[in-house]
């Protein structure tokens, strides 16, 4: 990933990247979309918390459920929950996105992050599948023409070929 990329996720989700420390992203650009998401829903908790402890200190009139106090401890409660990143790459074609700590919540959302990878492509986000030439990759049909061309042989006599189906 762009070190750009990287430095707009910790960013936009100061608190996971805080808790975190250096981490290598070590995956295309691809899948940014996906991991902003992933990261957002892992920080959701926490920045609702923070979100009402702030309107509550801001609004000393407003009537609220929990006293300041409550939502403080909601705060340290949510950031204490907040998983730490440990790896972040690319393996047999898909995302794995390795933590530490964490609700059994964040890690379905990890899951779900990882599923969705195998079918974007890696290199633009657009749709994709799992394709293999030595490693898996998922990739567009764009981008698995301009990686292998090897695969789609030129064609000069004009006539459009459709590939060949397993079946025939």
Not at 152 to 166: A, F, I
Request: hydrophobic share 35%.
């Amino acid at each position: 990933m762009e070190e750009q990329k990287f430095e707009e996720l910790a960013k936009s989700h100061p608190d996971l990247f805080q808790k975190t420390g250096d981490i290598e992203f070590s995956i295309d650009d691809g899948w940014y979309d996906i991991i902003d998401v992933l990261c957002g829903m892992l920080s959701y908790r926490l920045e609702n918390a923070k979100s009402r402890l702030k309107y509550a200190m801001e609004t000393p009139d407003a009537k609220f459920i929990k006293s300041i106090a409550e939502l403080e401890k909601d705060v340290a409660d949510a950031l204490e929950e907040l998983p730490t990143i440990a790896q972040v790459k690319e393996k047999f074609g898909t995302l794995r996105f390795y933590v530490h700590g964490g609700t059994a919540e964040m890690h379905n959302y990890i899951d779900f992050a990882e599923a969705m990878t195998s079918r974007t492509c890696e290199r633009c986000g657009n749709p994709g599948k799992s394709r293999s030439g030595g490693w898996v990759k998922v990739l567009c049909n764009e981008h698995h023409r301009e990686l292998y061309p090897e695969d789609y042989p030129e064609d000069t006599s004009g006539v459009l070929h459709r590939p060949k189906l397993v079946e025939e």
